[in-house]
C-alpha cells in the first residue's frame, strides 16, 4: 500500500471528480437486477429460493425464520446480548426525541381558521440487514427500532441467508422487536419485500444499507414502493488540525476502510507534520489487521486518502463538497468548525468520538447518505416512517375573507368550478 500526502490545491480535475463523484457502482449491475427482480414478482418463493441457491449456496428451507429469533436469543452469550440490549436502548432513547406531536392552531383574520398538521405511521416497513454468514446485529437495530418508535405495525427483516443462520443477527431482530424475519438477501430481498410472496408479505417502504446489488434493487423498485435512499460504499472524511492526535485519525480511517474495499476514507488537515503521521500511523494499524487486504485495497481507492490544505478554511471547503457520510472533526474549535459546514450525514466531535460509536452504541442512526447525498438529505430517522397530512377547519367569516383571493386566483388559472365552490357557500346571502 502506498500512501502519500497530496495537496488539495494541487488536485487534478480527475483528481478532484474521483473525490467529489464518488459512484456506487450500480450502473454496472443494474441489467442483471432488473432481471432477479422481474422474476421474484412474477414466480415469488421459487424464484427466491432459486436466487438464494445461485447467490448465497443455500438451500433454504423456511424462508420466514422468526421463530428462530427467539431460540437464537437464548443461545447467544450473554455478554452478547448484554451489549445489543445496551445499544437498542440508546437507538431508541434518540430516536424517541424525535417523534413530533399533531398540531393545530387559529390564524389570524376575520373569523376562525384552524390549520395545523398530524402524523401517522407506515403500516408496514421491510428492513434489509446485511448477513449471511456473518453477523450484523447494528444494521437490524438502525432500522427496526426506529420504525417501532415511530408506531409501524409490521416490520420485516429480510437478511441473506446461511447454514446455519447467524444467531446474533436473530437475537438482535428480537430485541429489536421485529415482526418478522425472512432468510433472503440480495436484490431478490429486496424484491421479495417491495412486491411480495407467497411467504413474504409486502411492505410500502424499504430501508437500510446493502452492496451494489441491493442498492441497485432499491432503485429498481423505488416508485412501486419507497424506499430511503440509496447508499454507496462507506465514508469518512477527517477534519484535523495540529492538536489531532494521528492514532487516533489513523484509527477512524482504517475502521472504515475495513467495510469494504471500495470504501472512502479520507483525512484533511492544515498541518504538515500531522498529516505525515497521519500516513505513518496508518501503515502501522493496518499490519495484522483480520481485513487488512480490504482496508489496503480502500486506501488505494481514488476516493481515499491524506490530503494537506493550505489552511483551515480550504478544509471547510473541501468537506463540504465532499458531503461524507460520516464527517469526524478532530481540532481545536470544534464547534466553529462544525458551524461552517452544512454537509454530512453524521458528524463527530472531538478526539473521544470515534465514528464506530455511531456505528454501534450512541444512539444516532448509522445508515446515511453516501455518495455526497448529505449534500440533499439526511439519514435515516423516526420521520422515514411517518406520513404527515394537513388538516383545516374555516368558519363562515373566514372563508369570506379569503374569497376574494381563492376566486381570482382560481379564473386566473382558467378554473371556474373551484371558484363556483367558493361562491356556491354564499349564493343564499347573496
Not at 23 to 46: C, K
Not at 55 to 61: A, K, N, S
Not at 342 to 360: C, E, I, K, Q, R
Request: overall charge negative; proline content about 4%.
Amino acid at each position: 500500500m502506498q500512501l502519500d500526502v497530496r495537496d488539495v490545491a494541487e488536485l487534478s480535475p480527475d483528481e478532484r471528480r474521483a473525490f467529489f463523484e464518488r459512484d456506487a457502482g450500480v450502473a454496472e449491475v443494474r441489467s442483471d437486477v432488473r432481471d432477479i427482480v422481474s422474476r421474484v414478482h412474477e414466480e415469488g418463493d421459487v424464484a427466491v429460493r432459486n436466487f438464494c441457491r445461485e447467490f448465497d449456496g443455500v438451500e433454504v428451507g423456511n424462508i420466514d425464520v422468526t421463530d428462530d429469533a427467539e431460540r437464537a436469543y437464548e443461545k447467544v452469550d450473554d455478554d452478547v446480548i448484554a451489549a445489543i440490549e445496551a445499544a437498542a436502548e440508546n437507538v431508541r432513547e434518540f430516536h424517541e426525541r424525535q417523534l413530533p406531536e399533531d398540531w393545530r392552531e387559529e390564524f389570524g383574520g376575520p373569523g376562525t381558521r384552524e390549520l395545523g398538521r398530524r402524523f401517522r405511521p407506515l403500516e408496514r416497513v421491510g428492513v434489509y440487514a446485511p448477513g449471511g454468514t456473518a453477523a450484523y446485529p447494528s444494521s437490524v437495530l438502525m432500522g427496526v427500532v426506529p420504525a417501532k418508535v415511530a408506531g409501524v405495525e409490521h416490520v420485516a427483516v429480510a437478511t441473506p441467508p446461511a447454514d446455519p443462520m447467524n444467531p446474533i443477527t436473530l437475537a438482535a431482530a428480537h430485541v429489536a422487536g421485529a415482526d418478522r424475519i425472512y432468510s433472503v438477501g440480495g436484490a431478490q430481498g429486496i424484491a421479495a419485500l417491495a412486491y411480495g410472496t407467497e411467504t413474504v408479505k409486502a411492505v410500502q417502504k424499504v430501508v437500510g444499507p446493502g452492496n451494489k446489488w441491493v442498492t441497485a434493487a432499491k432503485a429498481e423498485v423505488r416508485g412501486d414502493v419507497d424506499i430511503d435512499f440509496l447508499a454507496g460504499p462507506s465514508e469518512v472524511l477527517v477534519v484535523a488540525d495540529e492538536t489531532a492526535e494521528p492514532e487516533y485519525v489513523a484509527a477512524d480511517l482504517v475502521a472504515q476502510a475495513e467495510h469494504d474495499p471500495n470504501a472512502s476514507v479520507v483525512a484533511v488537515t492544515d498541518d504538515a507534520e500531522t498529516a505525515a503521521a497521519v500516513v505513518d500511523a496508518v501503515e502501522r494499524q493496518v499490519e495484522g489487521r483480520e481485513r487488512a487486504d480490504t482496508v489496503r485495497d480502500a486506501f488505494e481507492n481514488d476516493a481515499s486518502g491524506v490530503l494537506l490544505a493550505r489552511s483551515m478554511s480550504e478544509a471547510v471547503l473541501f468537506a463540504e463538497e465532499y458531503a461524507a457520510e460520516h464527517l469526524s472533526i478532530q481540532a481545536d474549535d470544534d464547534e466553529a468548525l462544525l458551524d461552517r459546514i452544512s454537509n454530512a450525514g453524521s458528524v463527530f466531535l472531538g478526539p473521544h468520538t470515534p465514528v464506530a460509536a455511531g456505528d454501534y452504541a450512541s444512539g444516532t442512526n448509522h445508515v446515511l447518505p453516501t455518495s455526497g447525498g448529505a449534500k440533499r438529505y439526511g439519514g435515516l430517522s423516526v420521520e422515514t416512517f411517518l406520513r404527515s397530512s394537513t388538516v383545516q377547519r374555516l368558519d363562515e367569516s373566514a372563508l369570506s375573507d379569503l374569497s376574494d383571493t381563492i376566486t381570482t386566483l382560481a379564473e386566473a388559472e382558467g378554473l371556474e368550478a373551484h371558484a363556483e365552490s367558493v361562491r356556491a357557500r354564499f349564493a343564499d346571502d347573496e
